[in-house]
């Protein structure tokens, strides 16, 4: 059996170009946060507004992701691409803005 080459392991956004092409057109990279205290530093931002921000890290067999409202912790998760996380991470977001205006609450989450 031979091993298929896994060319996302550079998971910095300036170094894996599959970062650079899946980030949202509004949010540029140089304005992607650095990962809260207790991520690893292979953790890449995958989405960031006032509120909310999303990381994700390649585990070389699926990606894991993370939801923080105010750099608290509020949703984990994993999916089998890149690509897969940040359309989980969006569907999540969009339950939250439902949530949130249901309740009253002021949310800038994307719909």
């Known amino acids: 059996m031979t091993a298929i080459p896994n060319p996302t392991h550079a998971l910095s956004p300036a170094s894996n170009p599959c970062v650079a092409s899946c980030a949202p057109e ?3 990279l140089a304005s992607l946060p650095a990962a809260p205290a207790g991520l690893s530093p292979q953790a890449v931002a995958i989405y960031a507004s006032d509120t909310y921000a999303a990381y994700s890290e ?3 067999f699926m990606w894991r ?5 105010d ?3 509020v949703q ?3 999916s089998l ?4 996380s940040k359309r989980a991470v969006q569907h999540v977001l969009s339950f939250f803005n439902v949530s949130h205006r249901a309740a ?3 949310s800038n989450a994307p719909v």
């Not at 691409?81 to 897969?84: P, S």
Request: charged content about 25%; hydrophobic content about 35%.
């Open 26 to 28: 509004s949010l540029s």
């Open 58 to 60: 390649d585990l070389d």
């Open 65 to 69: 992701w993370w939801i923080y409202r």
């Open 71 to 73: 750099n608290t912790l």
């Open 76 to 78: 984990e998760g994993c």
């Open 81 to 84: 691409t890149l690509d897969a």
């Open 104 to 106: 009253g609450e002021p």
